[in-house]
């Protein structure tokens, strides 16, 4: 028998069972067996998220475990995956994976219903073939192109191996009566007679996944759903996992296999959700930041990851969705629409598209925040209309990188108001706070802001009564200890408002050399659009009073939700869409903003907190 | 922890390790875990090939088992995989994976030399690209569009994700300098700088798999390979795959997963030994019968095995490997030839092409002798020129359902003489005898016909001094318990023989079913085309003498070799080839045997052997 140099891990409640080498880090084996776990730190016991439970041979409980857990957790068994070691046979129990509520994510698409389909993608015929016999032994192939040629689609052609077999199966249960779905003239697949084929819209952000199933004949959504991207266990940030997959690339091929699990995974359970097999789903559409988009397709990823920043292909694809590990329909396709360049993925594209960017009649600042900020300038009549930068911003908004940020799910601190003195805070779902999400820290920035609590450097007020001081640092507590979650305050620090400033000055400084490109400054703005779940989600004027939007008199704010999800609808649905996002990366200029030395200036401007007229006498008030 | 219910196998030397139910019979757990096992018997315990050494807790030896194995090999741990079960942990060998010896399968290829391609399938450009800078930050895909539109093919598009990760690792490693491959505008890959791009060409067997990898700019072959198709753990003959796969879908996937892990191996071999990356074989053609083809591509498979017998699709195909899971150049296509019918694969098609069957300029009758022989009548000037049925053969002449039967392998009898009263036997590698092959078989019986040893019904001549006779029977020794190389008797029992006859009558009354058809008789074939390795390798006088093939006087005989292999090579090289491959099945009328009333009766005639004028001369002389 081979020498002890292995042990079981078995992952209750359902499997898998694993055999790891002793020593292995527990985050490694659960990992590389296909599990997620989110690690915001990367894996250096610094986030807390990778929490297991575990019996049986494990390592002793490190320092940061320590820390990081609460000792009642510990004493029960909780462990920090990334920091546990197998030391034998173990069980281990991972937290159930967090799924989004489409509504509090913003992720159920426009209110405008569903877009005019002026050239469906997919179009269906419904056919009664004749049944075989030794007299008529044609293929099941031949026999279905032969009754498209009878119903007018001589030139349709059914060559994919699978869409084949789905027909093979469904003609004999279904007696022979079934309908084709065609894309041009290629059978993608043949469904139950009379019912519409369905399609699949995702938008795969670095931090949130979120997928529309759709009827591809009206265009109506019959289910959202969206969930935390899985990568986030090799990193929060696009860039780390970048750094990952390139310096091994096992981790690529994981971080691969990862997304499209993930997207397999949804798929299903949004078909389970809406009632439907999931081999109606026909066609899909994903639309992904340029990193998200080489992961998904496992593309090489070093030439994006140094200057000149150059993407492996940029042009549209359609794939057939099991090259990709997705189970849908057996012909379906997965059409990409095109990519800008190396830092402008196709989700810019459909952002721009799905938030009406592209019609250049106006001059227009979009901007989807998130832990990079797509900025999108459109200025009518230039050569190239849409000016197009991405700012560093990070993952501030997204609740990481604050003393007590965390997602906008329940128990978040969303809305932070402070009146005649007196500090209001609301959590997304009414419970006890348990920390504060980005629209939360952009209200109290502003009314720390508002009301002199920090100057003009973002500098804590030690003296404020709002302002608690103590060996820990001056902070501006949003709950005590006594009335938060989890026993433990939910503050923002003078450190988190250096994140905040950091964060707030890269988006700003971002619109601000666009503008300065095109000869035009803010006041110039006709329009500012802010897409995405957090653009949809915070305050208006408060994001102008601390400084994260320009405040210009006169001009439209538009938050329009979801814009990238929406342009991944009207890609996934309709052609002429299609061809609608085709010409937006002609149109397009991309300004990379580390060449651009006014960006620099502009960044070290921002960081200040704009001068509020009304500052001297509110804080008189309080 | 879980109660003890599986336990741990290791397969030596390199793993995999299993966990797998105690009580699991060792053989399901090997293939279940996409090993390979020999089973002939399908797992009943009668072919003893699925031998393998156990170490550890297993079940006690069955009745089975010590019928078939060897009492020193059962003492030192030797057991069938198909008997034995899992008792708790164990250790277990396979036996080394059988190789065919190139030369001995006549796999090598037609002895002509390449075929000459008027229109080779692709087309390799060397390109210079320039590299990017931040002045021109163009995707890597734009770049090398751009480039083939320089060197005049504007209309080339590189639309594959892994051609276009390819061109991204390729370009940085080699400066920028290489070759793109074209399949007409489309770009398949990219390769080092003024090198060939390569195919292989996959004649897929229900008994053998038969590789060629060829240099696509010349055809030249660079090596040749063959294997036996690993399917044959689930039954040695199509028809108990089939049922397998139908009855149960898990065992489909597994024959689909290992016949495409076989050949990804083969292409891996095959590199190796050519000493090229597999990386540059950017092309592979696949012929196979219709079964194969259907398991291949994972298609359904019920309506395959119930009249009328109908193909899920017949067209011809072209495949990204991937899809396929073939590891070749990233954007390598799988051409697959068009079938004909339900029961007349693209084997048939390229051995027609192969063999030059497809001419019609002279009456001939082609056979390609395996577990189904497959037999094509060429007619002049016939509406369908082509007549092909399928031939219940059964995998006699491949060794099987034979007393002492075995593949054409080392060890093998393979020539059988009976000269003056005295036997002389032949093996394939001159050492002692194991068993006796197909060509070994025709010989044996041939002589015993024409010596008058067996009458006119196959009854051996129990008082002829060369039929020995006793309680197990009367018998044609070949070789005695004390010449053989493990100890038994090497003989052609009377129960062979009727084999034999089943067979042969099998093969002869579906060509006189044809010729009937076209109004013709043997008398009329001016060309006999002995296609496939064991129909190129018997004698042809002796098939004669035991009445396999029509005795025509001024008839032509020819044995072609692997015909199929040579039509695989040509469609995987020429595009005038496989558009010649697509009108064959136009020209080819599909004759179901079973709906022929003729053919029981020719059937039940060629069970006998032919009168031979010289019979009571030579019974004489011994």
Redesign the interface.
Known sequence: ??AQTSA?V?VLPDGP?I?APLGAKLSDVLVEAGLSLAMDCGGKGLCGRCLVWVE?AVSAVEPEEAKQIDPALLARGHRLACQARVAG?L?VRLPEPERLDAKAWRIEGDEDGPPAMTEPALNGIDLHLPA???Q???????RLEDALAAAGRPEAR??D??A??Q???LA?EAGWRLRAVLRGRRVVGVGPWGQPALGLAVDLGSTKLAAYLCDMENGAILAAKGMLNPQASFGADVVTRLQRAIAKPDDGRRLTAMIRQAIDDLAGEMTRQAGVERQRVMAMSLVGNSVMTHLF????L??LAA?????????P?D??A??LGLRLAPGALVHLPP?V??FVGSDNVAMIMGAGLDGAERCRLGLDIGTNTEVTLSVPGRDKPLLIASAPSGPTFEGAHLSAGMRAMAGAIHRVGVEGGRLAVQTIDGSPPAGVCGSGVIDAVAELNRHGLINKLGHLDRGHPLVRVDGTGARFVLAGADQSAHGAEVAISQADIGQVQLAKAAIRAAGQTLLALAGLSESDLEEVVLAGSFGSNFGVENAKAMGLIPDVAGAVYRQVGNAAGVGARWALLDMAARRRALAIPAKAQYV?LT?ESRFNGLFARNLAFPALADRSVQAQAL
């Open positions: 028998m081979p079981t078995h069972t055999i049986g046979e069980n075989p016999s030794l008529d032994p044609r293929s099941d192939q031949r059914l060559d191996p699978l084949a077999g027909l093979s199966r004999r397709l496992g593309l090489p070093a030439q200057p000149p920043f150059v993407a492996c292909l940029d042009q694809l794939l057939p099991e090259r990519l360049g190396g990379e060449g």
